[in-house]
């Protein structure tokens, strides 16, 4: 079945360091790859998404680029800020399990001033 | 727009009693909804899936007759936890779509079972 593996957390960055979360995923077909973001107490947020290969999803300064021959989702920003502490959930869709969301672990990152 | 909304967003109920939990899609007409439970710090587990005015698909090793969801309506599913235990304390997430379009999610409710 499909499935999505997520770099271990927790990652503790200082505030305007660089930030990559990795992210890979098993399946196949044509997949909608999201980043989510959870505040401590609160349900998901949408943060980006992807639809096809090669499609750069972007919000808030972070970007994800969908890499079909990586089989990679992986999250970046440049200049992180305290305010981006939260747990980042990656997740698949793949329409032959309908509406289904495939999620990975998610990874907790704290961003210390 | 594409509001989701969960009530409550926590309750605390003593072993036995049953509690419901409403989600409703604010802004537009949810044809499926999700329920989801997250335990501390870990990822969401899909519960179930269900269409409005149809019965709702369990996942594999949740238990359909303590879980009860009903989706009465485009806009309202609810998740009844029958005769709880402390074990089902957990934060309750519920998502909501419509054809075409991603899922949304609601804030979650925490449940504590004492």
């Known amino acids: 079945g499909d499935s999505v593996t997520q770099m271990e957390g927790p990652v503790t960055l200082s505030e305007e360091a660089f930030l990559t979360i990795n992210c890979t995923y098993t399946a196949t077909g044509y997949l909608s790859l999201f980043w989510y973001v959870q505040y401590p107490g609160e349900g998901l947020q949408l943060l980006l998404k992807a639809t096809k290969a090669d499609d750069k999803g972007s919000n808030k300064g972070f970007e994800a680029t969908y890499r079909k021959e990586t089989t990679s989702f992986h999250l970046e920003k440049g200049s992180v800020q305290v305010s981006d502490s939260a747990v980042y959930f990656c997740a698949l869709s793949d329409p032959t399990s309908g509406s289904r969301l495939t999620f990975g672990e998610g990874t907790q990152l704290t961003v210390n001033p | 727009g594409a509001v989701v909304s969960q009530h409550p967003s926590w309750v605390i109920c003593k072993s036995g009693t049953s509690v419901k939990i409403e989600c409703r899609s604010l802004d537009f007409q949810a044809t499926t909804m999700f329920w989801y439970r997250q335990f501390p710090k870990q990822s969401l587990m899909l519960m179930a899936t269900?269409?409005?005015?149809?019965?709702?698909?369990?996942e594999q090793g949740v238990e359909k007759d303590k879980f009860l969801i009903n989706h009465a309506s485009l806009t309202l599913s609810t998740l009844t936890v029958t005769s709880a235990h402390p074990e089902d304390s957990s934060f309750y997430i519920c998502?909501?779509?419509?054809?075409?379009?991603?899922?949304?999610f609601g804030p979650g409710t925490r449940l504590t079972v004492t």
């Open positions: 998502s909501a779509r419509r054809t075409g379009f991603e899922q949304y």
């Open positions: 269900s269409n409005e005015g149809s019965k709702a698909t369990y």
